[in-house]
């Protein structure tokens, strides 16, 4: 070391202010003694530092409890409600889909996601944590770092450190201190300078650059290129036949087969009338109940299938008007007087020109459609006993 | 420190027996009143007692293989407990008598008119089953009786290559236990549902048996150390070693559990599906849900902060009370089977209290008979020098 950078070097310890000073000590005994003596003294910010588990430096250091597992706890916990709700805000809200015929909410299936979640967020949060605490962020090094303390604590020797913030922290006192406990090679530890970090590097930015054309080189490669070679292919490439191909094994040639003879979708009941003559429908009954709900959904179903011909009031003047046989309008005497199974079996098999509706609308639909067409003939012939308010 | 041999106070034969009698009386009073429910409540207490005593077993072994030191003083405690393996096979006689009124695949006309159930019939047919549950408890029984030979015959002769003998043993041990328990599960449970399966079923038998054994090698220790009859020197991080075992286990359980659930609910095939729908009419809806936190969620917040894993307190009543969530996890796989509505009294109490009677009652002639502590074993004091 030549005069001159050891004069700079005192000038800078000069400016420079002290972190702690720590000691090595040879043995595992001595350290515990050691920090015996640093609690019986007062010391309260103090740490100790080994190169392994040192069994009863807790109690030896006076250590409560540490407060990490509430913050492991608080990460987990905050990363498996993340996770949660991800999933349903995904599966629910955005993007319903029907998988395997179950609820949008299939809760079970979010439990693996959510406990790799949980696990993950809360292992990488607590070291960060823990690092970030450490390093007292945004530092990015300890003032230990790179010092022969450190060197020594993590392979031969153990190491006691008094820290600067310590109430009772006095620089020679802490020396003499140490060195009655049995420390060896007392050393002052100062904190480290801090360094603006320069974003705009060349090294950095090139470091950016070559990872950036690695990922784009290496995922055009795999998605390109590797996922169409064997073995990737295997699980394109099955003893199956791929949607609108056509089928060898049937005459026909169709891929996608009709179900057999008389197979009914489950919740559809077939129409129960089938081949019935008409008069066993025409006496039927609505069955459903003529409420405000019923209404609308008659409403709805009329406005999507009748109102297309039979005109939104059911006077028969649609859109379609003059381009078909003009549809009748529903208010007529005749329609007026039908019992309601007529209209349901109009509905149903269909009548002159308008075709059967049996397979677009549901049984309960019709009924309603029928509630909706009595409310729409109500309004046009409404008696003056109508206008009577509810007391 | 030296151990010192002590007899077990008269209380502990007088509680064997006040458990064992209460519960004999009541399996009397059940099997003249409802024998067919009894039956039900047998097979219960059959993989109940089978769970418990292959479960102390399997972690004599298990230290054994990972050259554990940590249990060793108190590895005597679960020997003990294996002792009762045998007596197993007493609780399986009045079912051999009696599986045409539990297992419908044991009527040859159902049989032939069920192709899926002739497909089973070279595994699933009286002689087989029985051979099959004798042979997997004389085998187990045989590995037991050459552990503890050996292991007793080093208390005497101090000998290191017994435990290297132990340790190969218990190597052939772990495949053999593994696909004996697989077997007795598939056998006493699963095929009270003969169409049903799961692939998992076994390893769902395993998990239980495991925690069961070291739940009643945990109570067990940890009150005999307390009342000073193991070597002095088992300490907190033994304590928490037990717990931390016992909740790794009872995480170990819900994993496979939820991995059955999952799997089944999933693809939802009906014919696996069923025995989900099985457990959710009828009332079994709210045991099922019970169940998760019976067996999971309760014993899982009482394990998880670190000072209750080394709390003696805290460790007896979470060993009971696993005990009884696996009891009450049997009761859930099997008594679905047996009623379509949830059934619940007397019938179903003699069963365990027989076997927590008996399990006491082999311990207590064992404690007569052999040291506490194995003190010929060359792991003994690095056992209990052990710390965290």
């Known amino acids: 070391m030549t005069e001159h950078s050891r004069h700079t070097e005192e000038a800078d310890i000069m400016n420079k202010k002290i972190y702690s000073i720590g000691g090595l000590f040879d043995t595992p005994d001595s350290i515990t003694h050691a920090a015996e003596e640093a609690v019986k003294e007062g010391y309260t910010k103090f740490d100790v530092n080994t190169p392994y588990p040192v069994h009863g430096m807790e109690s030896a250091m006076k250590l409560k409890p540490s407060l990490i597992g509430l913050v492991t706890l608080f990460i987990g916990l905050s990363g498996a409600a993340f996770a949660f709700m991800f999933m349903y805000w995904v599966s629910v809200v955005d993007y319903p889909l029907i998988i395997g015929g179950k609820p949008f909410f299939s809760w079970p299936a979010f439990v693996p996601v959510t406990f790799e979640v949980t696990v993950l967020s809360a292992a990488v949060g607590t070291v960060a944590v823990m690092i970030a605490l ?44 140490l060195s009655r406990t049995g420390a060896k090679d007392i050393e002052i530890f100062y904190e480290p300078e801090r360094k603006p970090i320069r974003v705009f590097d060349p090294k950095f930015i090139g470091l950016l650059v070559v990872i950036a054309m690695v990922t784009a080189g290496v995922t055009y490669f795999t998605l390109n290129k590797l996922l169409y070679m064997p073995p990737f292919t295997w699980m394109a490439e099955q003893d199956r036949l791929s949607s609108q191909s056509q089928n060898a094994m049937f005459t026909d040639g169709f891929g996608m087969r009709n179900p057999v003879e008389g ?52 006077k028969g003047d649609s859109r379609l008007n003059g381009q078909f046989p003009n549809p009748p309008t529903l208010h007529s005497d005749k329609v007026r007087n039908w019992p309601d199974g007529n209209i349901y079996h109009v509905i149903t098999n269909g009548q002159n020109v308008m075709p059967s509706y049996d397979k677009q609308i549901t049984r309960d639909d019709r009924w309603a459609i029928i509630h909706y067409i009595r409310v729409l003939q109500r309004s046009l012939n409404a008696k003056d006993t109508d206008l009577e308010t509810k007391k | 420190m030296e151990y010192q041999k002590k007899e077990l106070p008269d209380k502990v034969k007088n509680t064997g027996f006040l458990f064992a009698g209460i ?20 097979i219960i207490g059959l993989t109940f007692f089978a769970s418990i005593a292959i479960g102390a077993l399997a972690l004599v072994a298990l230290e054994y293989i990972s050259g554990a030191v940590w249990s060793v003083p108190f590895r005597r405690v679960s020997e003990f407990i294996a002792s009762s393996l045998p007596l197993v096979l007493v609780f399986a006689i009045p079912l051999f008598l009696m599986l045409g009124m539990l297992f419908h695949w044991t009527h040859p006309e159902v049989v032939s008119a069920d192709k899926l159930l002739s497909g089973k019939s070279p595994y699933l047919n009286i002689p087989f089953f029985i051979g099959r549950t004798i042979g ?34 218990s190597a052939a041990f772990m495949p053999v236990a593994g696909i004996g328990l697989t077997l007795l599960s598939i056998d006493w449970i699963m095929s009270l549902e003969p169409h049903w399966y799961s692939t998992i079923f076994g390893v769902y038998y395993i998990s239980a048996t ?11 220790s940890v009150s005999l150390n307390e009342a000073g009859y193991l070597i ?79 709390n003696p307190k805290r460790l007896k009543q979470i060993s009971i009370f696993i005990l009884i969530a696996h009891f009450f996890d049997l009761y859930w796989l099997i008594m679905p089977t047996f009623s379509k509505t949830v059934v619940f009294s007397f019938y179903e109490l003699g069963f365990p209290l027989f076997v927590v009677g008996v399990v006491i009652l082999a311990f207590y002639y064992q404690t007569k008979k052999h040291n506490l502590v194995a003190v010929g074993d060359p792991k003994l004091q690095r056992g209990l020098d052990f710390h965290l």
């Open chain 2, 23 to 42: 519960g004999l009386l009541l399996i009397a009073v059940s099997y003249i009143l409802d024998p067919r429910r009894e039956a039900f409540n047998n």
């Open chain 2, 210 to 220: 495991l925690l069961a054994g070291l739940a009643a090698t945990t109570y067990a």
């Open chain 1, 134 to 177: 450490f390093f007292k962020f945004p530092n990015n090094a300890h003032p230990l770092h790179d010092t022969n303390y450190m060197k020594h604590v993590s392979s031969d020797r153990f190491g006691l450190n008094v820290v600067a913030i310590d109430p009772l922290f006095d620089e020679s006192k802490v020396r003499d201190f």
């Open chain 2, 136 to 169: 997997v408890i004389l085998v187990l029984y045989v590995f037991y009786a050459l552990f503890t030979r050996n292991s007793r015959k080093q208390d005497e002769s101090k000998e290191q290559g017994l435990t290297r003998t132990n340790v190969k043993l």
């Open chain 2, 232 to 310: 002095p020197g088992v300490n907190k991080d033994h304590y928490y070693s037990l717990g931390a075992l016992m909740f790794a286990i009872t995480n170990f359980w819900a994993y496979i559990a939820f991995s059955q659930f999952l799997l089944i609910w999933y693809a939802n095939i009906p014919e696996e599906s069923i025995w989900f729908v099985m457990r959710w009419e009828g009332g079994w809806k709210y045991i099922s849900i019970l169940l998760i936190f019976v067996r999971f969620v309760i014993p899982y917040a009482g394990l998880l902060s670190q000072p209750s894993k080394s």
């Open chain 1, 263 to 314: 197979t009914v979708a489950r919740g559809f009941t077939p129409y129960e009338f089938k081949g019935q003559p008409d008069s066993v429908v025409r006496n039927l009954s609505n069955p459903l109940p003529f409420s405000k709900e019923v209404i609308d959904r008659g409403k709805m179903r009329y406005n999507t299938y009748c109102s297309p011909c039979h005109g939104y009031f059911g």
